[in-house]
């Protein structure tokens, strides 16, 4: 057999490393007295881990879901300090974690247990406190014993306060007042422990809440992380660009129907372009009738449902021709457009488009 096929769909991610630098350089710009966790989990978003960490290399550490991913990055010689925001579930996890000298995110006292079995450990931990996300985290009532548990543990050498907001992406958001001041509270208890809460959209609009460390996703890969401003109003620059190709143009009469459910009906003769992009290559399949996708400088509506494999766009006014470049999202069209008109969040897009083309990124 000659060479291997490692592209075997149209569609296509590319990743703009320069793009992802930019965006540290206005995390920076933000936050400018704060060091910076880049968040680099689930794949980095699905731009690549790996290519996320270069790219990144000025921040000051990054941030994990998981002990497996950190272990990877590891692995690949990052050297730089490593975050996991699940923390561990078990002795075994603990172990490898501290061997490798990576930071858990401490959230519920069975780990406190395990860290205080664990004699022959030493490492850092981040104590995540539940300000009213209810999701992961100690809470309020626990918090100030927890931490004083940390800092008499003998396998701990630091200990750091963190948090998270459920609303941030609402600036006005009642939540955000409450959350941060139950933190800033706690924090008074502690002042000489280091401490983190802001995600991208507090880091841009509650200026207060920056710390010693901010915690940014997704603006570093140029989506906003607020309603009412979009990406380029914050100069920030898309990193991932998915782009495809025109399979065929059909010339439909009035009244024929299009794609599976036969939803969409064309109202005059027409041109209906067939791209090849579709659910399985991460193109979400609830982007509605209207989305736009980018054909020859022209913003042409989505048509119908998305199949697996491709997608209708409508072609009136638009010169497009069998084999021509489209754009699913990237510069020339915004991933939060899309997502909006998906009824989904750009986080969802992305580490759904990354995720079955790694080995297609250059
Ligand atoms: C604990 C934690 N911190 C920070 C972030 C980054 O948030 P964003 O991508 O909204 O900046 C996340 C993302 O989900 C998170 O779970």
């Given at each position: 057999m000659s060479a291997m096929k490692?592209?075997?769909?149209?569609a296509r991610v590319g990743i703009d490393a320069e793009a992802l630098r930019h965006n540290l350089q206005r995390v920076r710009a933000f936050s400018p007295n704060s060091k910076v966790i880049a968040v680099i989990k689930a794949n980095a978003y699905g731009h690549g881990v790996q290519i996320a960490a270069n790219a990144l290399s000025d921040a000051d550490a990054f941030a994990l879901a998981t002990p497996n991913e950190a272990i990877f990055l590891r692995q690949l010689g990052v050297s730089k300090p490593l975050i996991v925001l699940?923390?561990?579930?078990?002795i075994e996890e603990l172990i490898a974690l501290a061997d490798l000298n990576i930071q858990p995110v401490i959230h519920q006292s069975e780990q406190i247990d395990l860290l205080e079995q664990c004699s022959d450990v030493k490492l850092n931990v981040w104590l995540k406190i539940?300000?009213?996300?209810?999701?992961l985290g100690m809470s309020l009532k626990v918090a100030e014993s927890s931490c004083h548990r940390l800092q008499v543990c003998?396998?701990?050498s630091e200990v750091r306060l963190m948090s998270h907001f459920?609303?941030?992406?609402?600036?006005?958001?009642?939540m955000n007042y409450e959350q941060w001041s139950a933190f800033s509270h706690l924090h008074e208890t502690f002042k000489q422990v280091e401490a983190s809460m802001a995600n991208s959209a507090a880091l841009i609009t509650m200026?207060?809440?920056?710390?010693q460390w901010v915690r940014p996703g997704i603006m570093l890969y140029?989506?906003?992380?607020?309603?009412?401003?979009?990406a380029s109003e914050l100069d920030l620059k898309p990193v991932m660009q998915f782009e495809s190709k025109l399979l065929a143009v059909q010339s439909l009469k009035q009244g024929d129907k299009i794609g599976y459910g036969s939803t969409w009906q064309c109202p005059e003769d027409m041109k209906v372009g067939v791209v090849a992009a579709g659910y399985a290559d991460?193109?979400?399949?609830?982007?509605?009738?209207?989305?736009p996708v980018w054909i020859n400088n022209s913003l042409c509506p989505l048509l119908g449902r998305v199949s697996m494999d491709s997608l209708c766009v409508d072609l009136r006014g638009v010169d497009a021709k069998i084999n021509e470049r489209v754009v699913l999202w990237g510069k020339e069209l915004s991933v939060d457009v899309v997502a909006e008109h998906a009824g989904t969040i750009a986080y969802e897009l992305l580490c759904h488009a990354g995720a079955g083309f790694m080995s297609s990124v250059e």
């Open positions: 490692t592209h075997t769909r149209i699940q923390g561990f579930l078990t539940d300000t009213g996300m209810h999701r003998t396998s701990v459920a609303n941030a992406d609402e600036p006005d958001h009642p200026p207060n809440s920056h710390l140029g989506s906003s992380p607020l309603k009412n401003k979009t991460g193109y979400p399949r609830h982007a509605r009738t209207g989305t």
